[in-house]
């Protein structure tokens, strides 16, 4: 039996925003979104301009190895108009069909709506200012390119300001999130807080998430719906984890072999339409989507269509490998560097058009046979946790640099291990209670918890560009995918957006329980934050 001690004083209930902008405040009256609602976007810049994810400093990392591709020939342009416009149809589309009615954050017989009377004031016009030379971004907070305001006056008047169409759909993501729906079907959606002022930018330029599709199938409508939920989270960066040992499921029309015989079959290949819709998708939703070609080790699967080009496959996986099947590239073999070159010219040809970035892996490479030494001209991605200080010594190094702890942001932990008990082996490590290697389970609070910069120095700290909260799919497929991710990969953007450093408490969970009932009502099948009762009665479940 477990005893509480709890009190609850009702006094309304504000629980948006998520991720948490750096200013915001809010009165108390009540606003509704007009269903003809209209767009009104001025510009300064009065051209088309490439998204070329605004990264100048980082599209060196595409150039030695396609060097034929310029800094914007080949990527897809789209104007700022037609991104926004697109983002404003997908805004209204959300708050006046996919909010939810928030009678869960408050006690049973509470009344919390607004009344619906002929005095309704309403929303009629939303006005975009994007000036490149608008002062957005905070002190601590320099990178404009994301950075937004939204003032919206007591009479419904709205204006959003950017310096780019990136902080514009920032902008309409936190504006949708001010909405509720009215158990009034008919009634509509409201904002209780107006007037309102938000001032809002990310401090960690690069924020992402890893998502391994290779060890289970995931399909491409599965990472759509995961780029949707990431975009309402503000995450900018979607790494897809594309091959690996045990499948090769991304066709590459040059070496058609690779996915036709290295996929697990004809149905759970990626075609190359696939591929461009994913990463067209992305761009939409202002969510770089990047490609992960592991190499030189986890690449078993490609010797079932090159045999000659992988080294120990077919033998005693423990001893070359930490998981089955082994086998990793000849690296003394003269027919390796003309195959990754076809490769890479045939991806990268592509894939660039949305993307600067591509990431080569060097992950678990077995050291007794080869040793890489990586340059000064490529991003460091670091995932060992607190106890081997693998961020400290790469930034020490003079290295750009990502976090992302598999102590704290490795999702597929405590799960249990995929692996069986080798009958014949009375030592076999895997044996009750079958935990595997990286247990225990990761969840939302531990996530949230993650302080990725609190022992660097200051001196170092511009090194460290953001992070990646990381899904390895050993038990994760489209059944499962969504309660894998959500509401924790959402803790690890507030992380990356807002700051680390902050301790979970009632308010966050609240918020967080928001943004969980708002990705439910846009199709993402996301886990549970808090048990509805003490959602309702708010300090009844402190200890």
Request: charged share 20%.
């Amino acid at each position: 039996m477990r005893a509480f001690l709890w009190f609850c004083t009702f006094v309304g209930s504000s629980f948006a925003l998520w991720p948490q902008p750096w200013h915001f405040e809010h009165g108390s009256s009540t606003l509704w979104l007009s269903p003809n609602v209209e767009l009104v976007y001025s510009s300064r810049t009065a051209s088309t301009q490439p998204l070329g994810w605004l990264w100048t400093n980082v599209q060196q990392l595409i150039r030695p190895v396609h060097s034929s591709n310029s800094s914007t020939n080949g990527w897809v342009s789209l104007s700022s108009e037609t991104l926004l416009q697109s983002a404003f149809e997908r805004m209204k589309h959300n708050v006046l069909n996919r909010v939810y009615v928030p009678r869960k954050f408050y006690p049973r017989g509470a009344q919390f709506e607004p009344v619906t009377d002929d005095a309704k004031h309403y929303i009629e016009r939303i006005v975009i200012d994007e000036d490149p030379k608008t002062d957005l971004a905070s002190t601590e907070r320099n990178d404009k390119s994301e950075a937004y305001t939204i003032q919206t006056s007591k009479d419904g008047d709205t204006l959003i300001k950017i310096a780019s169409p990136l902080g514009g759909l920032k902008a309409l993501e936190t504006f949708a999130q001010l909405f509720f729906a009215h158990s009034t079907k008919s009634a509509g959606s409201y904002t209780p807080y107006a007037p309102l002022s938000i001032r809002d930018s990310p401090v960690f330029e690069h924020r992402g998430l890893n998502l391994d599709i290779s060890r289970n199938w995931i399909s491409p409508e599965d990472v759509m719906r995961t780029i949707e939920a990431m975009a309402a989270n503000k995450l900018n960066r979607l790494h897809i984890h594309a091959s690996d040992a045990q499948s090769w499921p991304l066709e590459i029309p040059s070496l058609p072999d690779l996915a036709i015989k290295g996929a697990y079959s004809h149905a759970q290949i990626w075609r190359t339409e696939d591929l461009e819709a994913v990463q067209l998708h992305g761009t939409h939703h202002g969510v770089q989507v990047f490609v992960e070609i592991d190499l030189p080790g986890h690449t078993t699967s490609i010797g079932n269509a090159y045999p000659s080009l992988v080294t120990a496959k077919d033998v005693p996986w423990p001893e070359y490998a930490l998981q089955p099947p082994s086998g990793q590239l000849r690296l003394n073999s003269s027919e390796v560097p003309p195959f990754i070159q076809t490769f890479l010219d045939d991806l990268l040809s592509r894939t660039s058009r949305h993307s600067s970035l591509f990431h080569l892996g060097g992950d678990e490479i077995n050291l007794n046979a080869y040793r890489l030494d990586p340059t000064q001209d490529v991003i460091i991605q670091t995932w060992r946790g607190s106890d081997d200080d693998a961020l400290g010594t790469i930034l020490k190094k003079g290295y750009t640099t990502l976090f992302g702890s598999n102590a704290h942001w490795y999702l597929d932990c405590g799960h249990g291990y995929f692996l069986d008990p080798e009958p014949s082996n009375p030592d076999s490590p895997i044996k009750p209670p079958y935990l595997d290697h990286c247990s225990p389970y990761k969840n939302w609070r531990h996530v949230y918890a993650y302080d990725p910069v609190v022992d660097v120095p200051q001196s170092l700290r511009h090194l460290v560009i953001g992070g990646e909260v990381h899904l390895w799919s050993e038990l994760t497929d489209s059944v499962n995918l969504d309660d894998q991710l959500w509401p924790r990969v959402a803790a690890a953007a507030e992380v990356m957006w807002s700051a680390p450093g902050k301790k979970p408490d009632e308010s966050m969970t609240r918020r967080l329980a928001d943004m969980r009932e708002r990705l439910v009502r846009r199709g993402v099948r996301a886990g549970v934050v808090q048990m509805e009762w003490c959602l309702r009665y708010q300090g009844g479940c402190r200890l």
